[in-house]
């Protein structure tokens, strides 16, 4: 069983930053594979970044350049850095742990997480 909190969202304007956590408990992170999601009003969940477990790292194009996903192993936590932030980025980030170990890992499909946080919103005005 893994637990997973995120915290770090709020309200940025336009052209700011943000850095997410996501803290996991019950199984040490760095055996985890760790994705963000997020979902806007009206959306389906759409990936934004990814660490696998080896430390490769995958971003959704919209992102690329602007977001970083990094993991200090030592606090069992992933964050998200949020640099020059838009409108469209305005949504509730999930954080997802992948625990299986069979399987092909499609880092981009929420189906490949088996545990999921509750969400912290960000909003970024325009």
């Known amino acids: 069983q893994v637990q997973l909190v995120e915290s770090g969202g709020g309200l940025v304007h336009a052209g700011g930053s943000l850095r997410l956590s996501c803290a996991a408990s019950?199984?040490?992170?760095?055996?985890?594979?760790m994705g963000w999601f997020r979902q806007a009003p009206g959306k389906e969940r759409e990936f934004v970044a990814a660490?696998?477990?080896?430390?490769?790292?995958y971003y959704a194009d919209t992102v690329k350049s602007r977001f970083c996903i990094s993991r200090d192993n030592t606090k069992n936590t992933v964050y998200l850095q949020m640099n020059s932030l838009k409108p469209e980025d305005t949504a509730v980030y999930y954080c997802?742990?992948?625990?299986?170990?069979?399987?092909?890992?499609?880092?981009?499909?929420?189906?490949?997480?088996?545990?999921w946080g509750q969400g912290t919103q960000v909003t970024v005005s325009s």
């Open positions: 660490s696998k477990w080896s430390g490769t790292t």
């Open positions: 019950g199984r040490t992170s760095s055996t985890l594979s």
């Open positions: 997802g742990a992948r625990t299986r170990t069979y399987g092909t890992y499609i880092f981009s499909t929420d189906s490949a997480y088996d545990y």
